[in-house]
């Protein structure tokens, strides 16, 4: 980028933060911070470098460098303490998604150092692309040549697989990501002018087929290297990959949780051990013991037939909304009650969702005719009235479509920050509340509510021991099976979604971390008798999505400086 447009683009930055005070500041029912605007102005600016850059890799890795670290500077020209608090808040959360992008940032940049060393004319490509990207006419024999020559280069390098620079498994995940990026890179290129500029289609034709079939022989190899690699220890078939403490730390850090991840693993073991009495209690109801399995699989054995299923979703969240309304907890707009709906989800993605996942989409996880027989029946038993009553609530009302349908409407400027703490830990948590509440009063909606608390417990200690590099797929799987009583088939989809799934490594901690959080700032207003139930839900609804540590900031009017790091110690055993 020329030195005087990197200027001039420095300024606009500038001025566009010198005139956030006004940006928003006659908002009516002041949803929007003065800081807004720029939250705004920033998020729009950032997808439109990646949506646009995208096939210039070093080029878009260049401009998000320049553009993150512009507004880096621009933010010290802002009078923090003039602002509101809920200014301040959005000041703080900005602050830490730039920084958080620029390490990713130079993430892949490290990325693509070890893709250009494995691949030496990957920089020709891109040089490439950087003409087909401001739509120049290209030299069609240089061109060719150029294909040819880095053809050749994969012909020759996919014999010989080097795995140097990939003894980090997280590492070689992505350079994989970014080898299949750069093929994409290669057909469009093609496919731009291929049979549009004639000179280019004579040369490149038939230099272009041999070099696109060698780039999917050389990424094959590649990736059969490391999945070898990967699988050394473990023969479940679910690839994963392994953070390590220190990215476990950092990203911790990012979500304002100020906990270890040993801490978190003794939190979860804590919470565990207060199902397991639980759910003995309920076992022993059921006239089973202390033999709570014996008392799950009879709970699994309530399954319906093929073909009910919806109706028996559809009626356990009109259960739920009506628990919610007479005891007054939350407002549920008559529009949110209307505008949700049902589909069946396929086999294909029942491997990776075991059960029901949802929003303003529920979909439901049964089985169909083309499934084996044991698949079936896993299926059922894992999807019974009692488990399906105690999560219903959590993928619709009050759980994630209110959620869902309250972003829309209120501070919707924040979605730059949202996090999984906030939005699975405010779902889960409402399984905790309505536990408390007296939602569950029979023995076996006990246990289909306790499943689920057991299954929160154990995300955290499987996903946390995997990444820590302790444990593999396999034992993840096995641990599920032991410690919560899943099928197997289904135990093998929550590891598969957890490392496979597109998830981060954070995800499934936080249902129950995140939820712990809301749990403790209930506890904090309401069991202290300064908000309603009904009032603190509404204001945790209506100030967006967040760490949950602001969210507290934001209704307790926490002191806030421009440095702010996390510090909330949350966890409390509260009534256990």
Known sequence: ?????????????????????????????????????????????????????????????????????????????????????????????????????????????????????????????????????????????????????????????????????????????????????????????????NEYDPAFTWWMQTT??????????????????????????????????????????KLLHDEMIPYTPEELIDIANREYNWCLQQIKKASAAMGYGDDWKKALEKVKESYVPPGEQPQVIRALEEEAVQFVQNHHLVTIPDLAKQTWTMEMMSPRRQLVNPFFTGGDVLSISYPTNSMSYADKMMSMRGNNPYFSRATVFHEIIPGHYLQEYMNERYRSYRWPFHTAFWTEGWAFYWEMLLWDKGYDQTPEQKIG??????????????????????????????????????ER????????????????????????????????????????????DQDFHDAVLKEGNMPVEMVRAALEHTPLKRDYQPQWRFYQEIGR
């Open 1 to 193: 980028m020329p030195a005087h447009f990197k200027s001039f683009y420095a300024f606009l930055v500038s001025i566009s933060l010198l005139y956030v005070p006004h940006a928003f500041a006659q908002s009516a029912d002041q949803d929007f911070s003065e800081m807004a605007g720029a939250i705004i102005r920033f998020e729009a600016g950032w997808r439109d470098i990646n949506r646009s850059m995208q096939d210039v890799p070093l080029q878009l890795i260049r401009t998000r460098n320049a553009y993150l670290h512009q507004w880096e500077d621009s933010l010290q020209s802002v009078h923090f303490d003039r602002l509101s608090q809920e200014g301040k808040i959005d000041f703080i959360l900005l602050q830490y998604t730039i920084q958080r992008n620029l390490d990713e940032n130079n993430q892949q940049q490290q990325v693509w150092t070890v893709v250009r060393k494995l691949l030496p004319l990957t920089d020709s490509i891109f040089q490439i692309a950087g003409q087909r990207h401001v739509g120049n006419q290209l030299n069609a024999r240089h061109t060719a040549a150029i294909f040819d020559a880095f053809g050749k280069t994969l012909q020759r390098n996919a014999r010989q697989i080097d795995l140097t620079d990939l003894s980090d498994m997280r590492l070689a995940y992505q350079v994989l990501q970014a080898v299949d990026h750069l093929h994409e890179i290669l057909q469009d290129v093609y496919q731009f002018y």
């Open 208 to 249: 272009y087929r041999f070099t696109d079939s060698v780039f999917s022989v050389y990424t094959d190899s590649l990736r059969a290297a490391v999945l070898r690699k990967e699988n050394m220890h473990d023969q479940s078939g679910i690839h994963g990959v392994p953070i390590g403490r220190e990215e476990l730390m």
């Open 449 to 486: 509510a306790l499943f689920w608390r057991m299954h929160r417990c154990a995300r955290i200690v499987f996903s946390i021991n995997f990444h820590l590099g302790k444990w593999t797929p396999e034992q993840c799987v096995e641990y599920l099976i032991d410690k919560v009583g899943h």
């Open 489 to 532: 088939a289904n135990a093998e989809g929550e590891v598969r979604r957890s490392f496979e799934g597109g998830y981060g490594p954070l995800y499934q901690l936080a249902y129950m971390i995140g939820a712990l959080q809301f749990y403790a700032l209930h506890h904090e207003l309401v069991d202290s008798g300064k908000m309603t």
